[in-house]
T-cell receptor, first 115, second 114 residues
Framework: AQSVTQLGSHVSVSEGALVLLRCNYS??????LFWYVQYPNQGLQLLLK??????LVKGINGFEAEFKKSETSFHLTKPSAHMSDAAEYFC?????????????FGTGTKLQVIP | EAGVAQSPRYKIIEKRQSVAFWCNPI?????LYWYQQILGQGPKLLIQ????????DSQLPKDRFSAERLKGVDSTLKIQPAKLEDSAVYLC????????????FGEGSRLTVL
């Protein structure tokens, strides 16, 4: 079984401040981990993914995430928040199950950026 | 490359009526997903197709929801009869099916049941 826990349903940061969105996973096999972003009235789009290569993954819009196996974490960070980063962020874990891709999403974290 | 297309974008119906949503995935993607996203929550998988076969429909309320994927391409999700708690955004996504593959989402169909 696999699961994803996102701590904090809402996070507020000031413009220019560090963004840290937390994600912890549970998986019985080495996981593949993803972060997706959802802007209002839109579908989800990929921000970055970890697929067992480098543990520090860089994504679009200046975001990055570090896979830490010992902590079962895949936290998302950005050094300096922009107003345009205001959106909802979802962590997801995937695995191959019975020959098909099984995807589990977290409950999401809504990021507010304060000017 | 064309993205995942969904229609309609918005639909308002009264309870006990029926509604259908359509999805056209990215060309060549074997796997198609329907998710339900209730306001303030993460996407919940309703049904997953691999080509035109169902691989996971464990969370689909089968007494009222049905879905099909004819010829392994387009898909339709139907709700009949609708309940108030079905008000949500219905997201369609497709992927190549590889475990490392990302999901590509459509813009979603927002359903309001009155």
């Amino acid at each position: 079984a696999q699961s994803v826990t996102q701590l904090g349903s809402h996070v507020s940061v000031s413009e220019g401040a560090l963004v840290l969105l937390r994600c912890n996973y549970s998986s019985s096999v080495p996981p593949y981990l993803f972060w997706y972003v959802q802007y209002p009235n839109q579908g989800l789009q990929l921000l970055l993914k970890y697929t067992s290569a480098a543990t520090l993954v860089k994504g679009i819009n200046g975001f990055e995430a570090e896979f830490k196996k010992s902590e079962t974490s895949f936290h998302l960070t950005k050094p300096s928040a922009h107003m345009s980063d205001a959106a909802e962020y979802f962590c997801a874990v995937t695995m191959n199950s019975g020959g098909y891709q099984k995807v589990t999403f977290g409950t999401g974290t809504k990021l507010q950026v304060i000017p | 490359e064309a993205g995942v297309a969904q229609s309609p974008r918005y639909k308002i119906i009264e309870k006990r009526q029926s509604v259908a949503f359509w999805c056209n995935p990215i060309s060549g993607h074997a796997t198609l997903y329907w998710y339900q996203q209730i306001l303030g929550q993460g996407p919940k998988l309703l049904i997953q197709f691999q080509n035109n076969g169902v691989v996971d429909d464990s969370q689909l309320p089968k007494d009222r929801f049905s879905a099909e994927r004819l010829k392994g391409v387009d898909s339709t999700l139907k709700i009949q009869p609708a309940k108030l708690e079905d008000s949500a955004v219905y997201l369609c996504a497709s992927s190549s099916g590889a475990s490392t593959g990302e999901l590509f989402f459509g813009e979603g169909s927002r359903l309001t049941v009155l």
